[in-house]
């Protein structure tokens, strides 16, 4: 979504479904951790929200960046 500001705002959310705090939050740091790396320019401007959804756990970072990429490709975010 848009926002007004001129900067971007990210919010991760992780399933219920994932039992236990300490996977939740794992995966939470890998995310950020790959957000925080050069490959990903988003476009300013932008309210983005990533709900994760891991098909199994724990998920390798690589494999993580890997999917993020191209869904942020795919949803034109990326600048």
Known sequence: MP???HGIRVGLRTRRG???AARRN???RQLRAIL????FQ???????????????????TASLERELLTL?????VIS
């Open 3 to 5: 926002n007004d500001g």
């Open 18 to 20: 994932l039992k236990g």
């Open 26 to 28: 794992r995966l939470k």
């Open 36 to 39: 925080s790396t050069d490959r």
């Open 42 to 60: 988003f476009r300013n401007g932008l309210d983005l929200v990533i709900v994760i959804h891991p098909v199994r756990i724990p998920t390798g």
């Open 72 to 76: 942020c490709t795919r949803i034109g």
